[in-house]
């Protein structure tokens, strides 16, 4: 007899599970019941169902309970009922982890395996192999050979899939039952063939040649299952990434006939696995989008949704290849699914024209308020691009993105529109004003102190170089009165960089900051302080170095080194040069960073790689009297090929003085152990050897660490770039492979290397000064030299650009790495700081008539960093 629930109870939720207050241990004294006879099946049932709903909500049964309890459900197997059966095999099921001898139904299940019940056999093989171990599973390996390839197709299915799990444990014995499976493949039931293939493609999945005949080979005579062959097409792509190839493949072929399948299924397949192939050509992918193209008018929204999310990612790659689907695409903007609508005018902005930019917005608004924030975010996304294309068009794109910003919605949408904004004003001179005017407004209500934070400090970076900077200081200091702590100190901060750039605003600049003097939050008394006290010295130099462009020490490196500083009392001050430098100012750190209210605990911030390799370094004897690690290099260079017996990569290390050569080396031949491994290194500059630290022993594929002190050029400071000759000495004593005993006393041996080149790169740190201008001034023309170049072998700016940074190792500062468009002139920035804590800039003038000609002018504190630089660029 059913419970009538009335639509009040529906909703409030109660009845509707009538297993929500179950008790354990209630639930465990009544499978008592197992015991009585007769069995009441209908019961029992009930109370296994209890059972299982316990364990899979969560509950814990302990080994003892869990025993107990399956030792009486076992006397259920004398009940004949067919549905407390099917309870037992599921309860079997998800006990076999938690109780003791499960193995005792082993018997039972077999009987049933075997048995004429249909219904039974298939479950029973399913249980059967969930509780069989590796040395149980001969013992019913005939059983299984025989249900594999059962006329019935459940027992068969049922089979198959117990022997993919069995795979992991016991990979030996499944390969056995191929034959059978091969057989099972051969079937007319669309299960059994799709599991068959399944099993057969995981026995062989790590031999490729034996994949690619399995493929071939039922892709020949075709397949009945349409899930068999989205498995195949799989398969087959998953091949094709693999060989890294697909033009003329027979696989590619194969995936590509699939596209004209009569199942659905087969043919959205066959197509996504063609547009998410890697390298695929514009030809290639013609196929797979005309078929997608067809979906896009289906009746079934799963298929139409399907297509337009599938050619959604095409556009991002290949937007030319979907232009041909616009008129589809059109359609699909009024679809009464949303999802739909979203994904296809998030498309239709990949592809579309300039001119159709402003009909497709108009179309978007007319639904955006009943999307969700995920379809949101792509829409924002898909815009960001957009911007980017046609730059023309930014400014219908800001105002629809600022009628997005004043919608509801959750903090990684308005995050994305944030972003959007912040880019197009970055990338886009022209909205900077309209820009910064929408994301004034935008804070006056926002919710999210991580936005709220970062609009301040982009509003303090670019509102100073604005027309009007005046009209900003209301909306900064509204965030003073009206804010919580952590937006306070950010607009403190962004009030400042008003005052440090703009001598007619200092005086209203001062009045704000000492009423924030009075602030109840420490932070936003103390910036107050600290910048009111800087602006009031009214220096050019102070306000660059403290406030425009902030400290570039890593904030993690500068806490360790000032704890470190007051657990060893020193006489000598403290010295911000022996702080690890960061490539981003403190206070973009600071601006990225999580809010103050929520870094309160103290936290153990992992240490850096640079901070690794300084106490590796400090801990060898020889290293102590270097000083500070000023620079490690990025990345390993490699002096053997990877595939020889010895490989070798180098680190290179930069202090004031000096360089460590870190040599990683590993031996890869199992009958030799190299001993006393030193790398002899001459070099063609006046660069001088002071000693080697060997690798005591290098047994076989253990890796091992030597290095190289070289001092550097005293005589000729300014050839600093330099190439090392390299030869690998060392005593090789044979060894037996199995023991790796030595037997021998050895003899000694050498290797040639790899040539280790030294750049100016390499004693040059990047840092980013967020206004380059301020810095330049900071640092002053005592030591500034210009020299003029020709770079005769490069034909554009963009190449220039490139090659100059990655040669000088420095920061672009104010995006100044982009190239406009059309532009025969272009004025690179570079920030950086050389060895010793000297900083140097650059400013580097282009030219591109026939060959691209350079002006570029060099400041630092000291000589030797700017000499060092135009020497290296002549």
Not at 197 to 205: F, K, Q, S, T
Not at 321 to 336: I, K
Not at 554 to 580: C, H, M, N
Not at 658 to 686: G, I, K, R, Y
Request: net charge negative; hydrophobic share 40%.
């Amino acid at each position: 007899m059913l419970k009538k629930f009335d639509k009040k109870d529906e909703e409030s939720g109660g009845g509707s599970n009538p297993f929500q207050h179950l008790e354990k241990s209630a639930v465990l004294q009544e499978a008592r019941v197992f015991n009585e006879t007769p069995i009441n099946p209908r019961k029992c049932a009930h109370i296994l169902t209890k059972i299982l709903y316990l364990i899979n909500q969560g509950e814990h049964l302990g080994t003892t309970e869990a025993t107990e309890a399956f030792f009486a459900m076992t006397k259920l197997f004398q009940s004949n009922d067919p549905t407390l059966r099917r309870m037992c095999y599921l309860t079997i099921k998800e006990m076999s982890c938690i109780a003791e001898d499960v193995i005792i139904v082993t018997s039972s299940l077999t009987k049933d395996m075997t048995g004429k019940e249909d219904s039974y056999r298939g479950p029973a093989v399913r249980a059967l192999c969930q509780i069989t171990d590796s040395t149980m599973l001969q013992a019913i390996e005939r059983y299984m050979k025989q249900a594999i390839v059962d006329k019935v197709p459940s027992v068969s299915s049922s089979a198959l899939v117990s022997s993919l799990h069995l795979l992991k444990c016991s990979f030996d014995v499944v390969k056995r039952w191929v034959n059978e499976a091969q057989e099972a493949a051969s079937s007319d039931n669309i299960m059994v063939q799709y599991h068959a293939l399944g099993l057969l493609y995981h026995v062989r999945r790590n031999d490729r040649l034996a994949v690619n005949k399995m493929i071939g080979k039922f892709t020949r005579h075709g397949l009945k299952s349409p899930f068999a062959y989205c498995m195949m097409i799989r398969v087959a792509s998953k091949q094709l990434e693999e060989e890294d190839s697909s033009h003329g493949s027979p696989l590619f072929d194969f995936i590509e006939s699939c596209l004209r399948n009569k199942h659905e299924m087969v043919v959205y397949e066959a197509a996504s696995a063609i547009v998410n192939l890697p390298g695929c050509s514009a030809k290639e992918l013609a196929p797979a989008v005309s078929v997608l193209q067809l979906f896009c008018s289906s009746p079934k929204a799963a298929l139409r949704y399907a297509a337009v999310r599938t050619l959604n990612k095409v556009a991002m790659k290949h937007p030319s290849a979907v232009t041909a689907c616009n008129l589809d695409l059109e359609n699909l903007v009024t679809d009464s699914n949303r999802s739909i609508a979203t994904l296809a005018i998030t498309t239709l902005l990949k592809t579309g024209s300039e001119s159709s930019i402003d009909r497709l917005m108009k179309q978007i608004s007319s639904f955006m308020s009943e999307i969700s924030d995920e379809f949101k975010v792509v829409v924002v996304q898909a815009i960001s691009a957009l911007c980017q294309k046609y730059p023309r068009k930014h400014a219908v794109l800001m105002n629809f993105l600022f009628t997005m910003l004043r919608e509801e919605g959750g903090f990684e949408y308005k995050r994305a529109i944030v972003d959007c904004i912040i880019s197009i004003i970055e990338e886009n001179s022209e909205s900077k004003e309209t820009g910064l005017s929408h994301l004034c407004e935008f804070i006056e209500d926002c919710e999210f102190t991580v936005l709220a934070t970062r609009i301040l400090h982009l509003l303090g970076q670019e509102g100073p170089k604005t027309n009007n900077p005046s009209k900003y200081i209301r909306f900064i200091y509204n965030r003073v009165v009206l804010e919580h702590e952590e937006v306070r100190a950010g607009a403190v901060s962004a009030l400042a960089k008003f005052g440090a750039q703009n001598e007619e605003m200092l005086p209203s600049i001062l009045v704000l900051l000492k009423r924030c003097v009075m602030d109840d939050d420490n932070e936003v008394r103390d910036r107050a302080t600290f910048y009111l006290n800087v602006l009031e010295q009214k220096q050019k130099a102070l306000n660059a170095s403290y406030i425009l462009n902030g400290l570039t020490v890593s904030i993690p490196g500068l806490e360790r080194a000032l704890q470190q500083y007051t657990l060893e009392p020193s006489e000598k001050p403290f010295d911000l040069k022996s702080v690890p430098l960061a490539t981003t100012p403190m206070a973009e750190q600071r601006a990225e960073s999580t809010p103050i209210a929520t870094v309160k605990q103290p936290e153990k911030v992992a240490a850096t790689r640079q901070e690794i390799f300084q106490e590796q370094l400090a801990a060898v004897p020889e290293f102590r009297g270097l000083g500070p690690l000023f620079k490690s290099s990025p990345e390993p260079v490699a002096l053997t090929e990877s595939e020889t017996e010895y490989v070798i990569r180098c680190t290179k290390h930069t202090f004031t003085d000096h360089m460590v050569f870190q040599f990683d080396c590993t031996n890869t031949l199992n009958d030799q152990t190299l001993e006393n491994v030193t790398v002899q290194m001459e070099a063609t500059e006046a660069y001088e050897v002071v000693c080697y630290v060997p690798a005591r022993s290098l047994p076989y594929n253990q890796p091992g660490t030597c290095y190289t002190l070289v001092a550097l050029p005293k005589e000729d400071p300014t050839a600093v770039a330099c190439t090392f000759s390299c030869m690998m000495k060392f005593t090789v004593k044979d060894c037996d492979p199995t023991t790796g005993e030595t037997d021998d006393e050895g003899y000694e041996d050498e290797y040639v290397l790899e040539d280790l080149e030294v750049t100016v790169a390499d004693h040059i740190q990047k840092v980013m000064k967020l206004n380059f201008e301020a810095a330049w001034d900071e640092v002053g023309d005592e030591f500034e030299k210009e020299e003029t170049f020709t770079l005769s072998t490069i034909k554009t700016l963009e190449e220039a650009v490139g090659n100059i940074v990655k040669f000088l190792g420095m920061h672009a500062c104010e995006r100044s790495d982009r190239v406009p468009d059309n532009k025969n002139t272009h004025t690179l920035l570079l920030a950086g700081v050389f060895r010793g804590g000297h900083d140097v800039l650059v400013r580097s003038r282009l030219l591109l008539l026939d060959t691209v000609t350079m002006q570029v002018t060099a400041r630092s504190s000291e000589e030797l960093p700017v000499d060092i630089i135009l020497a290296s660029v002549g």
